[in-house]
């Protein structure tokens, strides 16, 4: 579904995890304040690791390409301003990298929202999603009252990935 120009809403990545039995990654996205839904979206298993390295500020022996576009921009005076993932179409998710050069112009760029957001993790830039992509995509997040409830809300959401399928986003 296309969205148009709404809202955005920042987002912080809670990480990547691997839906079981299928070993397939899932990045996990959740709004930084308000309700604090979860997006999930299915990556491949390089994106997966190129996250999960920055998330850990692992140095690698030699640049990853994430670590080099970053190097590159830095080099050109430019700067990641921000990452917007943008729309689910045919269960495929769209993200933008919104780029400052040197001279104060801006740029917006199509990008896979898994380099896009290893991108921004290596960069510290901020994440955001259009509205309607999380009112579609998004999953309540179960809000721990209590010390129990946080192992509660764990176990729901272990659960809704394990039978989670990529077919649940495609458009009816």
Not at 37 to 44: C, H, L, T
Not at 63 to 78: K, N, W
Not at 137 to 146: C, F, M, R, S, Y
Request: cysteine-free; overall charge negative; charged content about 25%.
């Amino acid at each position: 579904m296309s969205y148009g120009k709404t809202m955005t809403i920042e987002m912080e990545l809670v990480g990547v995890r691997v839906q079981l039995p299928t070993n397939t990654p899932i990045l996990l996205l959740r709004e930084s304040t308000g309700r604090r839904r979860i997006v999930p979206i299915y990556i491949g298993g390089p994106e997966a690791h190129a996250i999960d390295l920055a998330l850990q500020g692992e140095p690698t022996p030699r640049p990853m390409t994430h670590d080099l576009f970053a190097e590159v921009l830095d080099g050109l005076g430019a700067a990641l301003d921000r990452v917007v993932v943008t729309e689910l179409r045919n269960s495929t998710f769209f993200a933008e990298l919104h780029l400052r050069d040197g001279s104060g112009g801006s740029h917006v760029i199509s990008s896979r929202p898994s380099d896009a957001i290893a991108l921004a993790a290596r960069t510290g830039s901020p994440i955001f999603a259009e509205e309607a992509l999380i009112e579609e995509a998004g999953i309540q997040e179960v809000e721990a009252d209590t010390p129990g409830d946080e192992e509660e809300m764990i176990e729901e959401l272990r659960k809704f990935l394990d039978e989670v399928k990529p077919e649940d986003f495609m458009p009816e």
